[in-house]
């Protein structure tokens, strides 16, 4: 059974960085794709970056330039860096690997 858990979220004003992370167990992440989705209540789930097992990655346009996704082998953990952080990223995050989910961190950015 595949397990995820995400920590990092915040509050944060505008302009400032935080880094997620999603910590996997009973799967080797490097050998599937990680995606960070992100959601606002009311709307639906947005796809904010993935990293493939062979180490590419794409982002949302929303996101590129302020956003880098990235992978720890050696602790089976996929990072989410955020700068440069809008208002509209406001949302909670989630990881998602072997179609399993974490649990979601809340990220606010204040103006």
């Known amino acids: 059974q595949v397990q995820l858990v995400e920590s990092g979220g915040g509050l944060v004003q505008a302009g400032g960085s935080l880094r997620l992370s999603c910590a996997v167990s009973g799967r080797i992440v490097s050998l599937s794709h990680t995606n960070w989705y992100r959601q606002i209540p009311g709307k639906q789930r947005e796809l904010v970056a993935t990293?493939?097992?062979?180490?590419?990655?794409n982002y949302a346009n929303s996101v590129k330039g302020r956003f880098t996704i990235s992978r720890d082998n050696a602790k089976n953990t996929v990072y989410l860096q955020m700068n440069s952080l809008k208002p509209e990223d406001t949302a909670v995050y989630y990881c998602?690997?072997?179609?399993?989910w974490g649990q979601g961190t809340q990220v606010t950015v204040s103006s």
């Open positions: 990293i493939f097992s062979g180490g590419s990655t």
């Open positions: 998602n690997t072997y179609t399993s």
